[in-house]
């Protein structure tokens, strides 16, 4: 799960709540909404939304309804980063409503499935959900899941370089 979340802080680009609004999510939709010609297409991590730089709030839910909240100061051209070895990245397509993330890898016993989507327009706000499970030998370890609500909060603090903001700052 922390994997997880260090996803999300490190790109600052993903969000949460576990109790939904449906307003947002219908913006959010809105935002990433593809023309019917492109649903489906495979993207590469280069086609995902750029971050706009600036402070970014993101609230992350775990599965168990724990709340962390992580502000960071995004950099300019800073990329969309997926984490992961070289040898297991997720695929990503277009979807009516934004992106889906999905993959499943295996090595030594060990196999991880993930699958999630990403919605928003990233210079506002933006959302992830994602599941991911794992498992040692056909036999469940972990099925773990998680949202992240990204909203975008104005410039980073004057000389602040990019990275968390600690409270108080």
Known sequence: MRHLITLAAA?????????SNPA????????TAAPAADVG????????????????R??????????????????????FELTGSSDC???????ATGISVSGQCAKDGLTTEINGTITGDYQARGSM????KVARNG??????????DSVYEGPCPAGHEPGLIQDGE
């Not at 947002?24 to 935002?31: C, H, Q, V």
């Not at 297409?41 to 402070?55: C, E």
Request: proline share 8%; with cysteine.
């Open 11 to 19: 790109t600052a680009t993903l969000a949460v709540a576990s109790c």
């Open 24 to 31: 947002t999510e219908t913006a959010d939709a809105a935002e």
């Open 41 to 56: 297409a495979v993207l590469t991590v280069a086609d995902l939304p750029k971050l706009r730089p600036g402070v970014w």
């Open 58 to 79: 993101n609230t992350v839910t775990d599965g168990d309804g724990e709340v962390e909240v992580i502000r960071q100061c995004v950099g300019p051209n800073e990329p």
């Open 89 to 95: 990245v997720p695929t990503l397509r277009r979807t």
């Open 129 to 132: 959900d994602i599941r991911l």
């Open 139 to 148: 036999e469940p370890l972990a099925d773990m899941r998680m949202r992240n």
